[in-house]
């Protein structure tokens, strides 16, 4: 059984900054696409990067500059550095796999707010 479980989310003020990890259940090196999702409330939910085995690394407009997507291939963790945070950064956040078929983990909230 494939799982990714995030952690790392909270509440922080507008400008702040906050790290996200999301643990495999087995090695990252299984995935062909490893990345992070977005959804705010009455919206759908939207890529915000995704990165290939290769290291091919996609950013939402919205985040490049700001957000950072980075792996410890040792503890099969994948993380998601975000600086300068907006309001508009409020959101769950969910961590993505593709191994075959697409698995996600459960969501982290992250709220910012003053």
């Known amino acids: 059984q494939v799982q990714l479980v995030e952690s790392g989310g909270g509440l922080v003020q507008p400008g702040g900054s906050l790290r996200l990890s999301c643990e495999a259940s087995?090695?990252?090196?299984?995935?062909?696409?490893m990345g992070w999702y977005r959804q705010a409330p009455g919206k759908q939910r939207d890529m915000v990067v995704t990165?290939?085995?290769?290291?091919?690394?996609n950013y939402a407009d919205s985040v490049k500059g700001r957000f950072t997507i980075s792996r410890d291939n040792a503890k099969n963790t994948v993380y998601l550095q975000m600086n300068s945070l907006k309001a508009e950064d409020t959101a769950v956040y969910y961590c993505?796999?593709?191994?075959?078929?697409?698995?996600w983990g459960q969501g982290t909230q992250v709220t910012v707010s003053s």
């Open positions: 993505y796999g593709r191994w075959g078929i697409p698995y």
């Open positions: 087995g090695s990252i090196f299984n995935f062909s696409t």
């Open positions: 990165q290939t085995r290769g290291g091919n690394t």
